[in-house]
């Protein structure tokens, strides 16, 4: 005897429980992050209970905020741990880039560098510009630059695609000079590398360089002994040959000067929206280890003094 069909209700094909990604990155989650609705429950009692059992270290327990680690940690809770502790001691130690780490503090001039492209990239994810050649260095210090780079990044893995299909990091080195280089910090290059690979709750998938230069070639001699080799492995050297770069990010969302077809971007615009942002930079910045824990962490000024070989 056959048996009666039963039609399945959305609860059966789709997670709807709390917690639950959109329905379009569900597949990804389940295949890639061994996401469901069980383990993802079973993961957050076990990381809130790490959590409790950390001395002098106030972590916030918002359930979207510690999912975030989870899945870029593939779910398991214990290097889903290790990164709130790295992605809350590089900000005690690095306080110049993170003592006011709200948006209002971007100038103008700050806010002209960097932004999130108004689309994503041919596999879905979020796109990150920073334009590195058109920093001016006496307008701008390196401290400010990152800092406005890492708090659009800190919008951006907000979003679940971040968390689950990744994120893509678009840098312009049009007009990139030996001074620019020189300008930079060593430390800090050092630290922002580690938050990519260690800290960040987010899949960090392709670092395309676009109308870069021989000054690009001294950065990066720079920049490679901090580079794990899967990170180093997902940079993309494009110069000016679009050909191959549109096959990742397509025209349609780039401007004129990277071949593209939309409009100049809107800086402006997007800052605006960060502007709204401001209470919960400021309520994330009342996290992390308490203040007689900051010591435990290497400063600025230690980092630099054992980075003079360079």
Same mark, same amino acid.
């Given at each position: 005897?056959?048996?009666?069909?039963?039609?399945?209700?959305?609860?059966?094909?789709?997670?709807?429980?709390e917690?639950?990604?959109?329905?379009?990155?569900?597949?990804?989650?389940?295949?890639?992050?061994?996401?469901?609705?069980t383990r993802?429950?079973?993961?957050?009692?076990?990381?809130?209970?790490?959590?409790?059992e950390?001395?002098?270290f106030?972590?916030?327990?918002d359930k979207?905020?510690?999912?975030?680690?989870?899945?870029?940690?593939?779910?398991?809770?214990?290097?889903?741990?290790?990164?709130?502790?790295?992605?809350?001691?590089?900000?005690?130690?690095?306080q110049?880039?993170?003592?006011?780490?709200?948006?209002s503090?971007?100038?103008?001039?700050?806010r002209?560098?960097?932004m999130?492209?108004?689309?994503?990239?041919? #596999?879905?994810r979020?796109?990150?510009?920073?334009?590195?050649?058109?920093?001016?260095?006496?307008?701008?210090?390196?401290?400010?630059?990152?800092?406005a780079?890492?708090?659009?990044?800190? #919008?951006l893995?907000?979003?679940?695609?971040?968390?689950?299909?990744?994120?893509?990091?678009?840098?312009?080195c #049009?007009?990139?000079?030996?001074?620019h280089?020189?300008?930079?910090?060593?430390?800090?290059?050092?630290?922002?590398?580690?938050?990519?690979?260690?800290?960040?709750?987010?899949?960090?998938?392709?670092? #395309?360089?676009?109308?870069?230069?021989?000054?690009?070639?001294?950065?990066y001699?720079?920049?490679?002994?901090?580079?794990?080799?899967?990170?180093?492995?997902?940079?993309?050297?494009?110069?000016?040959?679009?050909?191959?770069?549109?096959?990742?990010?397509?025209?349609?969302?780039?401007?004129?000067?990277?071949?593209?077809?939309?409009?100049?971007?809107?800086?402006?615009?997007?800052?605006?929206?960060?502007?709204?942002?401001?209470?919960?930079?400021?309520?994330?910045?009342?996290?992390?280890?308490?203040?007689?824990?900051?010591?435990?962490?290497a400063?600025?000024?230690?980092?630099?003094?054992?980075?003079?070989?360079?």
């Open positions: 005897m056959l048996g009666l069909y039963r039609k399945k209700s959305l609860d059966d094909v789709f997670d709807t429980s917690g639950a990604l959109p329905f379009r990155l569900q597949r990804v989650a389940d295949d890639e992050l061994g996401e469901t609705s993802r429950k079973e993961a957050l009692e076990k990381l809130e209970q790490l959590i409790s950390e001395p002098d106030n972590v916030s327990k979207d905020f510690l999912l975030r680690f989870l899945r870029v940690r593939k779910y398991n809770v214990d290097a889903a741990m290790q990164s709130i502790r790295k992605y809350y001691s590089d900000r005690a130690a690095c110049s880039v993170y003592c006011d780490f709200l948006p503090t971007i100038t103008p001039a700050a002209i560098l960097t999130a492209l108004p689309g994503k990239d041919a #596999h879905g979020l796109v990150l510009l920073v334009k590195l050649g058109a920093w001016k260095p006496q307008e701008v210090s390196h401290t400010l630059f990152q800092r780079g890492l708090i659009v990044l800190e #919008h893995i907000t979003d679940p695609t971040a968390q689950t299909l990744g994120v893509c990091l678009l840098m312009d #049009h007009e990139l000079s030996v001074d280089v020189m300008s930079l910090n060593v430390g800090l290059i050092k630290r922002v590398l580690q938050y990519f690979q260690d800290g960040m709750p987010a899949r960090l998938k392709a670092f #395309h360089v676009v109308r870069e230069g021989r000054a690009f070639d001294m950065l001699c720079i920049m490679k002994p901090f580079l794990k080799k899967k990170l180093a492995s997902r940079f993309r050297f494009h110069g000016y040959n679009f050909e191959d770069f549109h096959k990742e990010i397509s025209p349609q969302i780039l401007p004129e000067e990277l071949g593209g077809q939309s409009p100049a971007l809107d800086f402006d615009a997007f800052w605006s929206e960060m502007d709204q942002l401001e209470t919960v930079f400021a309520a994330n910045s009342r996290c992390g280890y308490t203040r007689k824990r900051v010591n435990d962490f400063t600025e000024e230690e980092i630099e003094k054992s980075l003079e070989f360079f």
